[in-house]
């Protein structure tokens, strides 16, 4: 029984490494696949066969890594930070396996600082930058890089600054023509009142001259009323006194 269980466990072993060794043998078949089509400058195939060494081995650091580089090439900056990501996630593990992978994760940190200055995210560059250079303090490329990224942030910042300021200088203005605006209608409110003021005293003036006029005018018509009454009177008064004469010239005749 025991024989038979060594047996059955020597086989799973057995199977575990050949499918193994298959997984592997595939991946690096597909990575050497994709660093070809890299050299002729076929990106986008390069892509697929560094997918499909993932696909494999999900693990795979130099297929990470590699899509990272062809995802860069086409412009993909977003998805090929990812990658580079991915494989900057393992550093420790990789320095601990191999001291030597310094220079290769040097060179992941590199990349994502060139990733950064695509998107002008100049702190991350220079963060990334930084990095590399405390794994692989000889890289001077990197070095020119980091100082380049400093520089575009300095200026980035001063632009900011400057914007910042000018933004401000325009809002100053903006309230001061907004003040001016104020002003210059309180003034017109002014005046308006003012000139509907003077129409209504003007308005009322020329109403009580109109009521004056009235009142003279009925004052004459009165006054003409009361004349004429008394003219009417004089002339029935006179009128009676010739009729009186009159008849007392007729009784002396008589």
């Known amino acids: 029984m025991k024989k038979l269980l060594t047996v059955i466990c020597l086989c799973i072993a057995t199977t575990a490494f050949a499918t193994m060794a298959f997984a592997q043998k595939a991946e690096r078949k597909n990575v050497r696949t994709g660093n070809k089509l890299y050299e002729k400058e076929k990106y986008t195939e390069s892509e697929i066969s560094y997918r499909k060494s993932i696909d494999v081995n999900p693990r795979s650091v130099e297929g990470i890594y590699n899509l990272g580089d062809a995802l860069y090439k086409q412009e993909k900056f977003p998805e090929s930070a990812e990658q580079y990501q991915l494989v900057a996630g393992q550093t420790e593990r990789l320095l601990n396996e191999d001291p030597e992978n310094a220079a290769r994760v040097s060179q992941v940190f590199h990349n994502m600082g060139n990733v950064g200055m695509k998107a002008k995210e100049y702190q991350k560059s220079i963060e990334a930058y930084k990095q590399s250079l405390r794994l692989n303090p000889a890289d001077d490329e ?38 001016q605006e104020q002003k210059q209608d309180k003034q017109q409110d002014k005046q308006d009142q ?22 003279r005018d009925n004052a004459q018509q009165i006054l003409d009323a009361f004349l004429q009454d008394e003219k009417d009177t004089q002339e029935k008064v006179k009128k009676v006194q010739m009729q009186q004469q009159q008849s007392r010239k007729k009784d002396k005749q008589w």
Do not use: M, W
């Open 142 to 179: 990197t070095r020119y890089n980091l100082a380049l990224a400093q520089k575009l942030l300095q200026q980035q910042q001063q632009d900011q600054q400057d914007q910042n300021q000018d933004q401000d200088q325009d809002k100053k203005d903006e309230e001061k023509d907004q003040d």
């Open 194 to 215: 003012q000139k509907d003021q003077e129409q209504k005293e003007q308005k009322t003036q020329e109403q009580q001259q109109q009521n004056e006029q009235i009142s």
